[in-house]
């Protein structure tokens, strides 16, 4: 089992920063990613990391934007998010899979993961 928390949401203003940070325990050497799901649209994947993080995917929309990182002796996986727009508005989610295999395709699904947080709020002003 793994639990994750997530936290570091907030409400900022565009171009503004943030870093999302989500403590996991449990079984936690796994493939993660982060997720957001804004109102009335489906949740989509942020990014994903490798269980050491030697790989990474981004989705198209935020990419060159957000860095994810992990940082395994504190069993925590980041997501550094600049130059936020208000369209990043959303509940962003931590997920972390069962496999230690990272493949590109899987780490953008969502069905791969199988212990998600609770979710912390992101707001962006424009």
């Known amino acids: 089992q793994v639990q994750l928390v997530e936290s570091g949401g907030g409400l900022v203003q565009a171009g503004d920063s943030l870093r999302l940070s989500c403590a996991a325990s449990g079984r936690t050497l796994t493939n993660m990613g982060w997720f957001r799901q804004a109102p009335g649209k489906e949740r989509e994947v942020v990014a994903a990391?490798?269980?050491?993080?030697?790989?990474?995917y981004y989705a198209d929309s935020i990419k060159a934007r957000f860095t994810i990182s992990r940082d395994n002796a504190k069993n925590t996986v980041y997501l550094q998010m600049n130059t936020l727009k208000p369209e990043d508005t959303a509940v962003y989610y931590c997920?972390?899979?069962?496999?230690?295999?990272?493949?590109?395709?899987?780490?953008?699904?969502?069905?791969?993961?199988?212990?998600w947080g609770q979710g912390t709020q992101v707001s962006v002003s424009s």
């Open positions: 990391i490798s269980r050491y993080g030697s790989s990474t």
């Open positions: 997920a972390a899979t069962s496999s230690y295999i990272f493949t590109y395709t899987d780490a953008g699904r969502q069905s791969a993961y199988h212990y």
